[in-house]
Each structure stands twice: as C-alpha cells, then as structure tokens.
C-alpha cells in the first residue's frame, strides 16, 4: 500500500518560514520523481517544485529564491524548505510521487499552509 504523508504546516507570519515534509512508503523511492503541489479552494492544483529521481529540481517562478527542494533517498522523504513566506502562499500544500516510467501518480492526503499576520 502507497502512502505519502505530509507534515510540518501551519500558521506563519509574512517573511516566515517553514518546512514541509513528506514520507513515502510502499513504492521505491528512489525511482521516482517526487513534487510538491499546492492548491486553493476552487483553484487546480499547481506545481510549486519538483526533484527527479537523480536529483535535478525545479521550481516554479512564483517561488525561486524562497522555495527549495531536497530529497533523501535512504529516509524516504522529500522536503520542502519555504522561506519568505508570503500571503499568496497561502494554500494546501500536496506531495506527489511520480513514475516516468508508468504514468503513475500517487498523492499525499495535503497539509494547510496559512501566512498572515
């Protein structure tokens, strides 16, 4: 059974910080290229950074210089490290594991990220 949790939301003020984690289970990590998603009510789901399997990242433009992704492979995770943190970024925020080689996605069940004041 595949499972992604994610962990470390919460309430944060403008210029704050926080770190988004992820833990997978039931797939082989390693193969995959794993994302971190964000989306607000009625709004789709956008991507806010990627890393592939061998370690190449990718943000969106909304979020260089502020977001950064990593992954450990022997752990399992991926994280997100947000800084200067803004009020549109404002979102639940999801994990994502992707299969290039399948076309198959898996999600994490999201955790909220809330920047005010």
């Known amino acids: 059974q595949v499972q992604l949790v994610e962990s470390g939301g919460g309430l944060v003020q403008p210029g704050g910080f926080l770190r988004l984690s992820c833990a997978a289970s039931?797939?082989?990590?390693?193969?995959?290229?794993m994302a971190w998603y964000r989306q607000a009510p009625g709004n789709q789901r956008e991507l806010v950074a990627q890393?592939?399997?061998?370690?190449?990242?990718k943000n969106v433009d909304s979020v260089k210089g502020r977001f950064t992704i990593s992954r450990d492979n022997a752990k399992n995770t991926v994280d997100l490290q947000m800084n200067s943190l803004k009020a549109e970024d404002t979102d639940v925020y999801y994990c994502?594991?992707?299969?290039?080689?399948?076309?198959?996605?898996?999600w994490g069940q999201g955790t909220q990220v809330i920047v005010s004041s």
């Open positions: 994502n594991a992707y299969d290039q080689f399948t076309a198959v996605n898996y």
């Open positions: 039931g797939i082989m990590f390693s193969l995959y290229s």
């Open positions: 890393i592939t399997s061998r370690g190449g990242t």
